[in-house]
């Protein structure tokens, strides 16, 4: 919905557009996580690739849950892209790790 509004005004949604809307998305409680998906595959099928930024704003949904399993298959995937870990992408899986209970996971 958000991505048609932009393009309906001529816009066309970059890395910095899907990287501001899932920051947005990872702050609601209701539906985010599907509306996060959504707004992801929509984005890669306009061929914008992920950064680090996006990497690091997904794996935000998956602490409240502690989804290890769903993180990590995140991760892999953007990996796979060509996207970078950092500090701050450590930090995000360390709280799931956390937060799912798994100190091995941690280390």
């Known amino acids: 919905r958000e ?3 932009l393009e ?5 949604p970059d890395v910095f557009t899907l990287n501001a809307l899932l920051n ?6 209701s539906k985010g996580v599907e509306h996060a998906s959504e707004a992801f595959e929509k984005m890669a099928a306009r061929g914008v690739k ?8 997904l794996l935000k949904f998956f602490v409240p849950s502690g989804d290890l399993k769903g993180a990590r298959a995140c991760v892999e995937r953007l990996k796979v892209q060509g996207v970078q870990l950092d500090v701050i992408t450590s930090n995000t899986l360390l709280s799931i790790c956390a937060r799912a209970g798994d100190a091995r996971g941690a280390q």
Request: proline residues 5%; charged residues 15%; aromatic residues 0%.
């Open 50 to 57: 992920p950064n680090t930024v996006t990497l690091n704003t």
């Open 8 to 12: 309906e005004a001529g816009l066309a």
């Open 3 to 5: 991505l048609a509004a």
């Open 24 to 29: 947005c998305l990872s702050k609601t409680k």
